[in-house]
């Protein structure tokens, strides 16, 4: 069986704008947590040999990271800061992640977020990037395009 890498150059994400429209996000750089965790909790009792774990629930936190872009209604600036203007209230946006691209029939990750934090991170003499920290609320969905 052939050992097939794929490049990080061709992932998507798309998120949910504040207004409720899904975007693709442009200039990404990484995306990371996603499939994610599973709580386990110690269900270890006298008499046992060696710890025991149960599963419990997933508690994932996605970090997306990528170029500071102004461009309007599309930018990462422009689509994050309108979610970042609601990350205290009840609202949250839908998140599709391919780790390779969006062709049918490649892996693709789904979950709905609720924004944690969003940072632009700058240095003199270096270029803008963004960062978030997206909290997904229940689980990940994973599937295919």
Request: aromatic content about 8%.
């Amino acid at each position: 069986m052939a050992n097939t890498r794929y490049p990080g150059k061709d992932l998507h994400f798309a998120i949910e704008n504040a207004a409720g429209a899904s975007q693709v996000l442009t200039g990404v750089t990484s995306v990371s947590g996603l499939p994610g965790e599973t709580e386990h909790y110690d269900a270890t009792a006298v008499g046992d040999a060696g710890r025991k774990h149960v599963a419990g629930l997933e508690n994932v936190t996605v970090t997306v990271e990528g170029w500071y872009d102004t461009t309007s209604t599309t930018g990462s600036a422009v689509v994050l800061s309108g979610l970042a203007a609601i990350r205290n209230t009840d609202n949250t946006s839908a998140i599709i992640f391919g780790p390779y691209g969006s062709t049918t029939g490649f892996e693709k990750f789904t979950a709905t977020v609720k924004m944690k934090t969003l940072e632009y991170p700058a240095a003199l003499g270096d270029l803008v990037k963004f960062r978030t920290d997206l909290l997904v609320q229940g689980a990940v969905t994973h599937g295919t395009f």
